[in-house]
Nanobody
Framework: QVQLVESGGGLVQAGGSLRLSCRTS????????MAWFRQAPGKEEREFVA?????????YYADSVKGRFTISRDNAKNTVYLQMNSLKPDDTAVYYC?????????????????WGQGTQVTVSS
C-alpha cells in the first residue's frame, strides 16, 4: 500500500511559477513509476501532465506543458516534484499525484493504482 500526499498548490499570476510536491509513504518510492495528472473545472476526466519512470531515467510530458513543466524525483526523500513555470490560466486545475508499479510510459489515469487527494492550482490572468 502506498499513500500519496500532494502540497504546494496555490494562487499565482499568469507567468508565475509553482512547485508541487508529492510525498509518498508505505513503500519505497523507487519501486513505482510516478505521474502528475490534473482535472480542470467542469472537466470530468483527469488529464495527463507528466511522468517519471521508476528509475528516473525517463520523463514524458503532455504537449501542453512541454518546455514549461519539469518532473523530478528524490527517492531518498520519497518525494516527487513538479516544477511549473510560465503558468497560464489554462493550467488552473486540481493537480493529482499518481503511482503504479507497472513499467512503461503510462499516460492514462486508469493505469495508476495509487492517487493522492489533489492540490488546487489557480492561475489568474
Amino acid at each position: 500500500q502506498v499513500q500519496l500526499v500532494e502540497s504546494g498548490g496555490g494562487l499565482v499570476q499568469a507567468g508565475g511559477s509553482l512547485r508541487l510536491s508529492c510525498r509518498t509513504s508505505g513503500r519505497t518510492l523507487s519501486s513505482y513509476g510516478m505521474a502528475w495528472f490534473r482535472q480542470a473545472p467542469g472537466k470530468e476526466e483527469r488529464e495527463f501532465v507528466a511522468l517519471c519512470t521508476w528509475s528516473g531515467r525517463t520523463t514524458y510530458y503532455a504537449d501542453s506543458v512541454k518546455g514549461r513543466f519539469t518532473i523530478s524525483r528524490d527517492n531518498a526523500k520519497n518525494t516527487v516534484y513538479l516544477q511549473m513555470n510560465s503558468l497560464k490560466p489554462d493550467d488552473t486545475a486540481v493537480y493529482y499525484c499518481a503511482a503504479d508499479s507497472k513499467r512503461g510510459i503510462l499516460t492514462l489515469p486508469h493505469l495508476y493504482e495509487y492517487w493522492g487527494q489533489g492540490t488546487q492550482v489557480t492561475v489568474s490572468s
